[in-house]
């Protein structure tokens, strides 16, 4: 295959698409496949038990799929999926999931992964999930569609972080981000709703304005959470994404960012 530089380390068992692109010096494992339109730069490992969606871009000496850092993990055959149209830049480490984690570490499609991101074992990403430089998560972390992550922000195992929230630079976030709000600083806290990502998205006004009703009744009137919930469900508009925010905030084990 003319467009694998012949410096490049193949294994025998990889599924290579006619026309993906692979670098010098870059090594592709066994039991991985990489899909069309994918481009591989130089000096990149893709390691075993890996899936490059199509027309994904990965930048020199990113390390994709390497076994997870993780005491409990005794060798079994787990996995690492990236979805479609993911950009992975320089020095990004992308590890495999667990046994006790469910076996998977999954990146959503359209990622944009900036560079020394880390994304730990078990982790799972959703669509258009941006990561500025240096920000790291922990096993076990759920990103919603469309988050943002700030630079050098660090985000501690089993947290999830939902739809549209924006996560400020140099955070620390040890708790469960709401869907659709901003939070940032270390311990992370709450500081309004995500309005203009919101209107970049094309949510309405009419549900910008329902979702700011509701952060008021469970972030700033001091109420508690469980009487906070009752009146969002009795005064506010139960259009999708209020439903959304409830049940992220019901369902939370972590406890939730305030």
Not at 79 to 103: A, D, Q, S
Not at 127 to 140: D, Q
Not at 184 to 213: C, P, Q, Y
Request: with cysteine; proline share 3%.
């Amino acid at each position: 295959m003319t467009n694998i530089h012949p410096t490049a380390i193949i294994d025998p068992s990889a599924e290579i698409a006619p026309d993906a692109v692979i670098g010098p010096y870059t090594i592709v494992k066994g039991n991985t496949s990489i899909g069309s339109g994918t481009v591989i730069a130089s000096h990149v490992v893709i390691d075993e038990h890996t899936s490059i969606g199509p027309d994904c871009r990965i930048f020199q000496y990113a390390s994709v799929g390497a076994a997870p850092q993780d005491l409990k993990y005794k060798g079994e055959v787990t996995y690492l999926k990236v979805g479609r149209g993911t950009v992975i830049r320089e020095f990004v480490t992308i590890n495999r999931g667990t046994g006790v984690g469910g076996g998977i570490t999954e990146v959503g499609d359209e990622n944009f992964l900036m560079a020394y991101c880390h994304v730990a074992h078990d982790c799972k990403t959703g669509r258009r999930v941006i990561l500025a430089n240096n920000s790291t998560l922990a096993g076990h972390c759920e990103l919603g569609n469309f988050s943002n992550i700030g630079g050098f922000t660090a985000i501690h195992q089993f947290v999830r972080v939902g739809d549209h929230a924006y996560i400020g630079g140099k955070s620390v976030v040890v708790k469960d981000i709401p869907p659709y709000v901003i939070s940032a600083g270390d311990r992370a806290t709450l500081h309004g709703l995500n309005k203009v990502g919101m209107r970049r998205s094309n949510f309405s006004e009419e549900t910008i304005t329902e979702l700011k009703r509701t952060y008021r009744i469970l972030f700033r009137i001091g109420l508690t959470l469980n009487e906070a919930l009752e009146r969002v469900r009795a005064e506010v508009n139960q259009v999708p994404e209020v439903v959304a925010f409830v049940e992220f905030i019901q369902s939370s084990s972590r406890g939730i960012t305030r």
